[in-house]
């Protein structure tokens, strides 16, 4: 396994993060374009009471829902002036 300090995912805690996730699942993503799905157990509260809760969150993602492709290398921002 890699270095954990490599491996990063946004909204997946770090321990989920060393202890399930792979530099293989990375490089899968990537080049397969699946997606990766982990599943995480954390401690909340609802008026005063404290719960366990596990969530399944998407943890690896090869798209980027956040611009407009003109090409496969060019992009912009969605919002943009250029975008019709």
């Known amino acids: 396994m890699t270095d954990s300090s490599d491996m990063?995912?946004?909204?997946?805690?770090k321990?989920?993060?060393q202890k399930q996730m792979t530099h293989d699942q990375y490089v899968n993503s990537l080049a397969e374009k699946e997606e990766t799905?982990?599943?995480q157990k954390t401690i909340g509260s609802l008026r005063h009471q404290l719960y366990t809760l596990e969530t399944k969150k998407k943890a690896l993602s090869p798209f980027d829902t956040k611009r407009y492709y003109i090409n496969r290398i060019d992009s912009l921002a969605f919002?943009?002036?250029s975008i019709n």
């Open 8 to 13: 990063k995912a946004k909204g997946i805690t």
């Open 15 to 17: 321990c989920v993060v």
């Open 37 to 39: 799905f982990v599943s």
């Open 79 to 81: 919002g943009h002036k």
